[in-house]
Structure formats: C-alpha cells, structure tokens
C-alpha cells in the first residue's frame, strides 16, 4: 500500500460519549477504523482551484482486488423501474486498480436490470471534491454518477449509528456532481437537490459531451454556492438560496443505476433518459479515484443544522427532525437515554423557530453531538446560545477528540439566553467532535440554539 502523509479516514474517536471521562477514550473498533485507513500517493492531474489553499484529505484510489470495507459500503437496498431494476453488491468489483459499477440485465421475463454502488461511510462537509470516471456510453439504459448525500442510515451502517458515530437522519442537500445518461451522444449533466423541508429539484442542466474516453469530474461546495468542473474546465455555478441555502455534512455516492423501459401502464416512473436492449455482456462504469480536499474557511460555520431549523416533512401526519436532530448524533447505548434529547418549535427560540431540549420527567444523561471529519488543522472557537435550569451537576458544552485533552465549559443556570465560548481549540487530527451532556435529575433542563465551530 501506497504511503504519503495525507489523512484519509477516521471517525472522530467518538465513544468517549459513551462515558462521563473527561479525557479522550478511543474504541478498538474506533482503533480498527483509524488503523486501516488508506494513505496514498497523489497522482491527479487536475485538482482543486489553485491557489484557494485547499490540502488532499481524501483519496481512495481502488488498489487491492476489493473496496475497502472500512470507508465503503454498497448501494443494494434501492429499487427503482417498479422492481425493475435494482441495485447488487456483487455489481461492484475492484480490477486491476479501478473501481467497476456492471451494468447487467438478469432475467428476460420480466425483464430485470441490475446496477449499483459505492457509499463512503464517513461525512464529508465544504471542499472540492474530485473523480475519474470511465463512463458506459453505448446503448441507452445506466444512469451513471458522482454526487453528495447524507444516506442515512442502512443494513451496512447500522453497527456506526448503534455505536454513536453517525446520525440517524442526514438527508439534507444533494449535489449531483455528474450524471450521465448512457448512450452515444449523450452529454454531462449537473444537479442539486434540497430536502429540507421536502424534496425540491430545480432540473439538471446539461454542461457538455465528455471530451475523451475518460473524464475528470469535480465539484466545489462553498458556503451558499456549487461550482461544477469537468477536466478542469469550470462549466456551471449556482447560487445556493432559501431552501437550497442549507449545510451538513453528507455521504459521496459513486452510482450506476440501471433503467429498464417505461411501459404505458407504469405511473410514476423515472427512466433516466429511456432503455434500449442491453447486448453488452461486459456493460460498466469504470472510477480510477476519489478524492476530497478541504481548505480552511475563516468565521465559516462547520456545524451542519446548527440552529436545529431542519425540519423535514415526510407526509402530512408526518414530520422528521424533533426527536432526531437532523445531522446529530444521540447516543443510546452505555446508559445514555436518547429520548431526553429533542428538537421543539417556540417563539422562545434564540434563532429562528426551533431549539434543543435536554429534559425528562426521571434522572437521565443523554448527549447530543456531532463529529466534524476531514477538517484542516488549526485554532477553532465553538459557541452556543444556552439557557438552563438548577443543575444538581452541571451540564457541559464539550469540544474533544480533535487530537488534545477534552475541553469542557460548564452550562451556567440561567432563565435568559447567553452565550458561551470555548476558544483555541487546536485541532492536530483532522477531527473533532462537539456535544452537548447533561447528566441531570428528573425535571433539570437546558436549551441549546446557534451552535458555531468556526476556524481562526
């Protein structure tokens, strides 16, 4: 394995929630996760807009003959077509250094195609994101792309969210770095997708035929603004506004999705750009790398929801985002009880219409937090709007695992809102996780709004 000095995984060392200790506590499975990262040599011929400072924190290049099952998991548990086509792990091999996505057609009556995927299971925020891609471009039918969304969680990583380091719900924003719709002639398209508080897709907008047999793609997420490249070449800009203007930290999705025909009695029915019968035995989309760079922002906020405004609605009776923070992790396991942690709606808010509540009518701990990963190193400074009730032990706005001692500040008692700081905070690691712990007697209480992690 390729060795260079560029940080490429780690989940934050995060179970130190899962205790009331004061210092840095690291799993072994958080120990495995950090000890199998894959640390690789450069070798794009693109990269980010020069001069912006950005530094590689990602980069995922398919050596060995499987993906890594430490980053990645597969895209397997979507179906679309009405059944007709669906999504296989075993459509996603790793041959001779590259990433292949197959593309196959399984029965003849019905007719079933199969694509799949790739997921990383790490969040990855503002940054330039990049891949090489081979795309199948023969004959009608594969949806092919490269793009940004909190997935959630699945089968595969159920065993995160058990453990606290990942959210339940994450869906917030997606960018569609490219997608390209097989078959000749076909051209790169670009979209973005928000999903607070429904799902609202403006339309992709084409950007050109790729130029070779393989393309460089990239994808710039600034705060309020995508910028799209392809082989270096900026081709679109969009301007992030309203309900499109939201942030945190999502999945990168490598897909191939397969699409059969739309036949006339089908309702509700996305072809991608119509199916024609598929002869190629050997159909694929081919990814060589991956990579993500992150530069430092100045007074940029990195916490996503950090006013815990999210809210999504589901159906008409159902809405996501009070009892589960979107885009935040609470703990269940080691005596934490989740259900102590929510999200309600007042006119008491600091800002907007929404808070977070710590409170039960029975002694509880419960934690709630998020962990930043692939962030460049330096002095941060967290803040919170906090209010609080008579504390028998105070709670704590926490700031740890960012590679030093953990830093704390006690909640003070207050009726009123008030704003408290921990400042030079010196990330080394490339991580760092904020939280939010009470453990309190039954009716104790505390408000949290307008959380900011934000570089010096």
Request: aromatic share 12%; net charge neutral.
């Given at each position: 394995?390729?060795?260079?000095?560029?940080?490429?995984?780690?989940?934050?060392?995060?179970?130190?929630?899962?205790?009331?200790?004061?210092?840095?506590?690291?799993?072994?499975?958080?120990?495995?996760?950090?000890?199998?990262?894959?640390?690789?040599?450069?070798?794009?011929?693109?990269?980010?807009?020069?001069?912006?400072?950005?530094?590689?924190?990602?980069?995922?290049?398919?050596?060995g003959t499987s993906y890594d099952t430490n980053i990645w998991f597969p895209r397997v548990d979507s179906t679309y077509?009405?059944?007709?086509?669906?999504?296989?792990?075993?459509?996603?091999?790793?041959?001779?250094?590259?990433?292949?996505?197959?593309?196959?057609?399984?029965?003849?009556?019905?007719?079933?195609?199969?694509?799949?995927?790739?997921?990383?299971?790490?969040?990855?925020?503002?940054?330039?994101?990049?891949?090489?891609?081979?795309?199948?471009?023969?004959?009608?039918?594969?949806?092919?792309?490269?793009?940004?969304?909190?997935?959630?969680?699945?089968?595969?990583?159920?065993?995160?969210?058990?453990?606290?380091?990942?959210?339940?719900?994450?869906?917030?924003?997606?960018?569609?770095?490219?997608?390209?719709?097989?078959?000749?002639?076909?051209?790169?398209?670009?979209?973005?997708?928000?999903?607070?508080?429904?799902?609202?897709?403006?339309?992709?907008?084409?950007?050109?035929?790729?130029?070779?047999?393989?393309?460089?793609?990239?994808?710039?997420?600034?705060?309020?603004?995508?910028?799209?490249?392809?082989?270096?070449?900026?081709?679109?800009?969009?301007?992030?506004?309203?309900?499109?203007?939201?942030?945190?930290?999502?999945?990168?999705w490598l897909t191939g999705l397969a699409t059969p025909t739309r036949l006339s009695t089908e309702p509700d029915y996305?072809?991608?750009?119509?199916?024609?019968?598929?002869?190629?035995?050997?159909?694929?989309?081919?990814?060589?790398?991956?990579?993500?760079?992150?530069?430092?922002?100045?007074?940029?906020?990195?916490?996503?929801?950090?006013?815990?405004?999210?809210?999504?609605?589901?159906?008409?009776?159902?809405?996501?985002?009070?009892?589960?923070?979107?885009?935040?992790?609470?703990?269940?396991?080691?005596?934490?009880?989740?259900?102590?942690?929510?999200?309600?709606?007042?006119?008491?808010?600091?800002?907007?219409?929404?808070?977070?509540?710590?409170?039960?009518?029975?002694?509880?701990?419960?934690?709630?937090?998020?962990?930043?990963?692939?962030?460049?190193?330096?002095?941060?400074?967290?803040?919170?709007?906090?209010?609080?009730?008579?504390?028998?032990?105070?709670?704590?706005?926490?700031?740890?695992?960012?590679?030093?001692?953990?830093?704390?500040?006690?909640?003070?008692?207050?009726?009123?809102?008030?704003?408290?700081?921990?400042?030079?905070?010196?990330?080394?690691?490339?991580?760092?996780?904020?939280?939010?712990?009470?453990?309190?007697?039954?009716?104790?209480?505390?408000?949290?709004?307008?959380?900011?992690?934000?570089?010096?």
């Amino acid at each position: 394995m390729k060795q260079s000095k560029k940080m490429i995984l780690g989940f934050g060392v995060l179970l130190a929630l899962s205790s009331c200790e004061k210092t840095q506590v690291i799993s072994t499975k958080e120990e495995i996760l950090n000890g199998k990262s894959k640390f690789k040599t450069t070798t794009s011929a693109v990269g980010p807009p020069a001069g912006q400072g950005y530094q590689l924190m990602f980069e995922e290049e398919f050596n060995g003959t499987s993906y890594d099952t430490n980053i990645w998991f597969p895209r397997v548990d979507s179906t679309y077509a009405n059944g007709k086509s669906r999504n296989r792990a075993e459509n996603v091999k790793i041959i001779n250094g590259m990433l292949e996505i197959a593309y196959r057609q399984i029965s003849n009556n019905p007719v079933i195609h199969t694509g799949g995927g790739l997921i990383t299971k790490q969040l990855f925020g503002y940054g330039y994101y990049e891949a090489r891609v081979k795309f199948f471009k023969e004959t009608k039918g594969f949806h092919q792309s490269f793009w940004s969304l909190g997935s959630g969680v699945t089968s595969y990583t159920r065993p995160l969210f058990d453990d606290g380091l990942i959210p339940r719900y994450n869906t917030v924003i997606e960018i569609d770095g490219v997608e390209f719709d097989s078959k000749p002639g076909s051209q790169i398209e670009t979209n973005y997708l928000t999903y607070i508080p429904t799902r609202q897709n403006p339309g992709a907008v084409l950007v050109g035929a790729p130029l070779g047999e393989w393309s460089i793609v990239g994808y710039e997420w600034l705060p309020g603004k995508i910028n799209y490249y392809v082989d270096g070449v900026l081709k679109r800009t969009v301007n992030l506004t309203g309900d499109y203007n939201v942030y945190s930290p999502q999945n990168i999705w490598l897909t191939g999705l397969a699409t059969p025909t739309r036949l006339s009695t089908e309702p509700d029915y996305y072809d991608f750009g119509g199916h024609e019968p598929l002869l190629n035995s050997n159909a694929k989309m081919q990814v060589s790398y991956v990579k993500y760079w992150s530069k430092r922002n100045v007074g940029v906020n990195l916490v996503g929801n950090p006013s815990f405004e999210y809210i999504q609605q589901i159906s008409s009776s159902v809405n996501r985002g009070y009892e589960d923070p979107i885009g935040w992790i609470e703990p269940f396991n080691s005596g934490y009880n989740r259900d102590a942690s929510e999200v309600e709606t007042t006119i008491h808010a600091k800002v907007g219409n929404n808070r977070l509540r710590h409170f039960d009518n029975i002694d509880y701990l419960t934690t709630t937090k998020q962990n930043l990963n692939a962030i460049p190193n330096g002095y941060y400074k967290l803040t919170a709007w906090v209010k609080s009730s008579v504390h028998v032990t105070p709670s704590r706005m926490r700031c740890l695992g960012f590679g030093n001692v953990e830093r704390f500040i006690n909640i003070p008692i207050t009726n009123d809102w008030v704003q408290i700081t921990i400042d030079d905070i010196y990330v080394s690691n490339n991580q760092a996780t904020i939280a939010f712990t009470s453990t309190a007697k039954a009716n104790e209480w505390i408000y949290v709004d307008d959380v900011q992690f934000v570089a010096k």
